[in-house]
């Protein structure tokens, strides 16, 4: 290997070994400012092994160094340290604490902690500049610290380079941990004006090449941190900048409600809106006076990493707040971004620990094409800061609407008929103990999905409404519940099969299998669903965001219901293959009525056709939260889903033998009924005869004849 790779790698592991992976890498161009660095190591090593690292300094008006990583045979940039300012100069002008080793070198933030500037580290400013606002021989004055304008010329004027990005949040950092807890308005707006140097639009991607990570998380720990220490003036106070914005009021219990409305700048195109809502009823908590404070950012959720388990990218501005410990909910309303029909809103809050977006934090109240209203729980130590995602998984599709729409339009008819048709043969099919439990697990099996597939109905109008969210939950209960009936009642037809099988002998009433099939069918759901909401929804994690269904992400409660049915399908699957077997080994001198026999193969066929189709249904459902990004399972689930009350029926009732035949022997009794009345009304109306036709007449006589026939052939014969 070449001393020159060598050496490189080795500055790489002193150098780079803290730092976390970078997921993403930039070409840089020959045109930008590390043209030179990335000429210097393409004459210096060749770019031959993927991963290799090259480190250059920087230009002479710049301190540092700036890392290259060998990929597809080209030097990309990887981190970019170079800086101008000295933020131990800048601090020590504010602070009457010089810096030094006594903080230990390191600051803890939310779990996490910055390195401070290295002692050694040169200076970048041109001597004598701190003599131009102090004076040769002053360090700090009471005026700087009263208000850290002294500072702000220097930063202002400074590029907003990646090394410079990482000493401002460095330097906001300090002065958010070490500076004294009172506020004055002078005192954030020279804060703000710091930070907004750093969030403006136009130098984003300069901090995708900030050594530490971390930083856009760290800033937003800071300015939380240090707007949370504002006093307010007369009850209120409002700061504006481009990019950042923060605003307080004095809040009590008999406040009728408190808002804060927010329009700030996002880009060269326009503003974006946010809202922050704090309810009445939370406001009646508070013991005392007490100050809210919240702070808008319009470009930090572009900065933040969007390391979530569902990917998506910030679509509003990033909403902080600062509240007293006994408020914990909140309404917070977004303007979105990107306006596009097909994409649902997601909403999230930060975990300052660790450090990325979480949606248990929220729950959607409201979506529509421009704005997502959310509701969301605050918390000190983890969730102050939220926004919403714009997940490209969550599909919005019209094909999808149409689907689910006429799928379940016909579902409802299809199990409506089926019902009605059992109601009609009920008396002719369930005339032996068997076939009475048969048909009595299919209605029942019915009467669950019909009412699921109109709670299914209901919980959509709930939710795009966004009527209340207490209503949500009890639809996804009651989902939950019959949903689980549904397989529980497929459960209690397996069962029947084994009992018809294996225990000959053995016969139970039709009092005791009634209570028994209502225990499995209705009260095992009723356990469960009762157990999985009284668990989870303490904890704000019953609902999935964005739907009024079973969470999955955080607490994982789906599997509640995901559990049971893929149990059930196994079992019944099982069930049938131990019919398969047993039916094989029957003889005709074996103690076994083929009546029996016979019913048990037709209920098999009901089991083996419809617990595959209901188990492949669910099995695509579970598909689409595994892999959301595919329009394929989505599409097919819903099919299946909506198609389910059309299975039952044709598999359950349309394609059964005896059904058939008893519907048909309603039909003929019917019509004979029809006639029959239809004569005796003739007879004893003889008036009525003048209106028969010739034709009719003819043909009853040909009727008459024909019938006759046989038994004049007969008496021939004996003759």
Known sequence: MDVRVVFCLLLWAVHFFPATPRSALRVVSKESKAGNQQDGCINLIPCEANGAICIQPCSPSFHGETSFVCKDRSWQMFTDD????????????????????????????????????????????????????????HHGSSNCRADFSCIIPDILSSP??????????????????????????GKMQSYSRIANHILNSSVISNWAFVRDRNAGSILLDSVNLFAGKLLLRNGSESIQEHFISTKGYSIHRNTSGKSFDFSMEFNNTGNITGHVVIPEEELLKLPKTSKAISIAFSTLG???????????????????????????????????????????????????????????????????????????????????????????????????????????????????????????????????????????CLVNIATSLLIADILFILAAVVHNTALNYKLCVAATFFLHFFYLALFFWMFTLGLLILYGLLFIFFKI??????????????????????????????????????????????????????????????VNVVVVMVVVVKTGRFSVGESCKSQDLSNMIRISKNV????????????????????????????????????????????????????????????????????????????????????????????????????????????????
């Open 509 to 570: 009433t039709r009092s005791v299998f009634i209570a028994t099939a209502f225990s499995i069918g209705y009260g095992c759901p009723l356990v469960i669903s009762i157990l999985t909401v009284a668990i989870t929804e303490p904890k704000n994690g019953y609902l999935r965001s964005g739907a009024c269904w079973l969470n999955w992400y955080e607490t994982k409660a789906l599997l509640a219901f995901v559990v049971p049915a893929l149990t059930i399908i196994v």
């Open 302 to 440: 572009a900065i933040l990493e969007t390391s979530h388990l569902d990917p998506g990218f910030v679509n509003g501005m990033v909403l902080s707040v600062s509240l007293p410990k006994e408020l914990q909910h909140i309404f917070l309303t977004f303007e979105k971004v990107n306006k596009l029909e097909n994409f649902r809103a997601q909403c999230v809050g930060w975990h300052s620990t660790e450090r990325r977006w979480d949606n248990s934090a929220c729950t959607v109240k409201l979506d529509n094409i421009s704005s997502a209203v959310c509701i969301c729980k605050h918390r000190h130590r983890t969730f102050k800061s939220f926004s919403i995602l714009m997940s490209p998984t969550m599909l919005r599709s019209v094909v999808l609407d149409y689907i689910t729409r006429v799928g379940l339009g016909l579902s409802i008819l299809s199990l409506v008929l089926c019902l009605v048709i059992e109601t009609v043969v009920w008396h002719h099919v369930t005339k032996t103990e068997i076939t009475y439990m048969r048909h009595f």
């Open 160 to 185: 907003a380079i990646p090394g410079n990005i990482a000493d401002i949040v460095e330097l906001l950092n300090k002065i958010s941990l070490l500076l004294p807890e009172n506020v004055n308005r």
């Open 608 to 719: 083996a056709l419809l617990t595959p189709l209901l188990g492949l249904t669910w099995g695509f459902g579970l598909a689409t939260i595994v892999d959301s990004h595919s329009l394929a399972f989505h599409v097919t689930f819903a099919l299946l889903n909506a198609f389910q009350g059309f299975f039952i029926l044709l598999f359950g009732t349309l394609l059964d033998r005896k059904t058939r035949e008893a519907l048909r022997m309603n039909c003929l009794s019917s019509k004979r009924k029809c006639t029959l009345a239809k004569l005796q009304n003739q007879s004893e109306n003889p008036g009525a005869l003048e209106t028969v036709t010739m034709t009719e007449l003819t043909s009853r006589w040909d009727n008459l004849s024909q019938s006759l026939l046989p038994l004049h052939v007969t008496r021939f014969a004996k003759v």
């Open 82 to 137: 170079c800086a101008s300012l000295d933020i131990q100069s800048l601090f020590q002008r504010i602070s009457e604490y010089p810096l030094s080793s006594t903080y230990g070198g390191n600051v803890s933030v939310a779990g996490g902690h910055l390195p401070f500037v290295e002692e050694g580290k040169p200076t970048r400013e041109k001597p004598g500049d701190g003599e131009k606002y102090f004076g040769p021989h």
